[in-house]
């Protein structure tokens, strides 16, 4: 048994492990790194992320690699709260600029930061989440939020610091 990881999280991997044949737990890294990342509050240790692979019985660096390459992982301590503004050509097209800039703005943060009390994580620009017919769009704590203008950014964001 892991001392790293808890019971509910070594629960939440087994759930993962048990979807996939014997021999195949490389399937089950991304399930296991989301409840190890749900565990430390919003980010990966290295100790989390080598108990997760010890766990799994996976290469270190197949759990590294993993971490590292999805932006819904996170290698440091960020916001409790994370915002996510797509910029691709439909967003972009749509307005999303003018929203990122009014976030950074309004929060004092830049993508790819924190703001000062560890509550609103801006997560870096993203490429593409994959909604461009709700352009523009966003996602805050991994739900999407579409056909955004200045008004309802506004009011998540009022939400998010507890001004609602």
């Known amino acids: 048994m892991s001392e790293v990881l808890t019971t509910e999280t070594i629960k939440e991997i087994d759930h993962w492990l048990s979807k996939f044949p014997v021999g195949k737990q490389r399937s089950a890294i991304i399930g296991s790194l989301h409840a190890a990342q ?65 976030v950074e703005k309004r929060l004092g943060i830049d993508v790819g930061e924190s703001t000062s009390d560890g509550n609103i994580f801006l997560k870096q620009e993203e490429e593409c989440l994959a909604a461009c017919t709700g352009a523009p769009m966003m996602m805050v704590d991994h739900v999407y939020i579409e056909n955004l203008d200045i008004k309802t950014v506004d009011e998540i964001l009022d939400r998010l610091e507890g001004k609602s």
């Open 38 to 102: 749900h565990q430390n509050h919003g980010f990966l240790t290295s100790e989390l992320m080598d108990a997760v692979a010890a766990y799994i019985d996976v290469p270190k660096i197949q759990v590294y690699e993993v971490a590292t390459f999805y932006s819904m992982f996170q290698t440091k301590n960020v916001g409790k709260h994370e915002i996510s503004i797509c910029t691709n050509i439909s967003c972009m097209l749509r307005g999303s600029d003018e929203i990122l800039s009014h």
